[in-house]
C-alpha cells in the first residue's frame, strides 16, 4: 500500500493482433500515454432541477510514445491497410493493461547531428481498453545504437551540402463503422492516401533557394530517402517519400552562424 512504481518496473509490449510480428517489448522509451475519453453532455429535462449525465458519442481511447531508435523498429509494420496491434502496458508482478485492436494515425522520426534518433508514434484503439490484457512475448530486441556517421539523408544537393538534421513523418487516415447495439465499431476502413513530410537542413555549400514558382509546373519528381544504421552496419530504418514534392524552402543566415537552408517535402501513396 502507498508503495510507487518506478520506470524500470514498467513495460510495454506490442504484437500483431494474430502475433505476428511476434510480441516484443519495446526498449529504449522515454515517455508513454495511455488513456480514454468519454463524449458527455448534461441534460437537462422539463419538469426537474436536476441534471442528467448522457452518453454524447464514441469512447476515444488512444496510446503514444516516443522512444530513441535503437533498433529496427517494429511499429512500421503497422502502417497497412489491414494491419492491427495488440499491446499492453505491464507493472507490479506482470498486472497487465491493455488492449487487442490499435490502429497506427502517426509516426514521425527525428535525426540530428549530436543526437540519438527519436521515434514518436499514435494509435486509436477501438477495442475495450481494460486490464488483463497482456501482449507480452520472448522475442528478443537487439540493441544497435546509431551514431551520425551510420545516417544518411539523399534529397536535393544533400551530396555537396552538409546534412544537419531531418525531420520524417508519415500520416495515416481510419475510419470506424458504428452499429446500433455494438460499443465497439463493427469496422475500420482504412482510407487511402498516405500522407509523408519531411523537413531537411543543410548547412550551404553551393546551393541557393530554387525558383518560387518551380512547384506550380513540376511536382513529384523528387528523390527524398534517409537511411538509418546502427554502428556495425545493421540497418535500423529505410524511409522514403513516396512521390516527393519540393513544397517550400527558408534561407536563413545570422551574424553568429552557418547559412542554413531548410527544405519541406510532400509525398504521398
Given at each position: 500500500?502507498?508503495?510507487?512504481?518506478?520506470?524500470?518496473?514498467?513495460?510495454?509490449?506490442?504484437?500483431?493482433?494474430?502475433?505476428?510480428?511476434?510480441?516484443?517489448?519495446?526498449?529504449?522509451?522515454?515517455?508513454?500515454?495511455?488513456?480514454?475519453?468519454?463524449?458527455?453532455?448534461?441534460?437537462?429535462?422539463?419538469?426537474?432541477?436536476?441534471?442528467?449525465?448522457?452518453?454524447?458519442?464514441?469512447?476515444?481511447?488512444?496510446?503514444s510514445f516516443s522512444r530513441s531508435l535503437i533498433y529496427d523498429d517494429p511499429v512500421l509494420d503497422?502502417?497497412?491497410?489491414?494491419?492491427?496491434?495488440?499491446?499492453?502496458?505491464?507493472?507490479?508482478?506482470?498486472?497487465?493493461?491493455?488492449?487487442?485492436?490499435g490502429y497506427l494515425n502517426s509516426y514521425s522520426v527525428n535525426c540530428a547531428v549530436g543526437a540519438v534518433p527519436k521515434v514518436s508514434a499514435s494509435f486509436t484503439v477501438y477495442d475495450e481498453m481494460r486490464s488483463g490484457i497482456n501482449a507480452t512475448g520472448n522475442t528478443p530486441t537487439n540493441i544497435f545504437i546509431p551514431s551520425q556517421g551510420s545516417i544518411t539523408a539523399t534529397c536535393d544537393n544533400s551530396s555537396t551540402n552538409r546534412v544537419v538534421g531531418f525531420d520524417y513523418s508519415?500520416?495515416?487516415?481510419?475510419?470506424?463503422?458504428?452499429?446500433?447495439?455494438?460499443?465497439?465499431?463493427?469496422?475500420?476502413k482504412h482510407i487511402n492516401p498516405i500522407q509523408y513530410s519531411a523537413s531537411v537542413q543543410i548547412e550551404v555549400d553551393d546551393i541557393f533557394l530554387q525558383s518560387g514558382f518551380d512547384f506550380l509546373?513540376?511536382?513529384?519528381?523528387?528523390?527524398?530517402?534517409?537511411?538509418?544504421?546502427?554502428?556495425?552496419?545493421?540497418?535500423?530504418?529505410?524511409?522514403?517519400?513516396?512521390?516527393?514534392s519540393l513544397v517550400s524552402e527558408q534561407l536563413t543566415s545570422s551574424s553568429d552562424g552557418a547559412v542554413r537552408l531548410t527544405l519541406n517535402y510532400l509525398g504521398h501513396s
Open positions: 500500500m502507498y508503495d510507487t512504481t518506478l520506470n524500470y518496473e514498467a513495460h510495454f509490449f506490442i504484437s500483431g493482433q494474430d502475433n505476428t510480428p511476434s510480441a516484443r517489448e519495446l526498449s529504449g522509451v522515454e515517455s508513454l500515454d495511455i488513456g480514454y475519453t468519454n463524449g458527455s453532455s448534461v441534460l437537462a429535462p422539463l419538469g426537474s432541477s436536476r441534471g442528467l449525465t448522457a452518453v454524447a458519442g464514441a469512447t476515444n481511447q488512444a496510446v503497422f502502417t497497412g491497410e489491414s494491419e492491427v496491434m495488440k499491446g499492453s502496458f505491464n507493472y507490479d508482478n506482470n498486472t497487465s493493461y491493455g488492449f487487442s485492436s508519415l500520416t495515416l487516415n481510419k475510419k470506424p463503422y458504428y452499429t446500433i447495439g455494438s460499443e465497439a465499431p463493427v469496422e475500420v509546373s513540376t511536382r513529384e519528381n523528387k528523390s527524398v530517402s534517409f537511411s538509418i544504421k546502427g554502428r556495425d552496419g545493421t540497418t535500423l530504418q529505410n524511409l522514403t517519400i513516396p512521390k516527393a
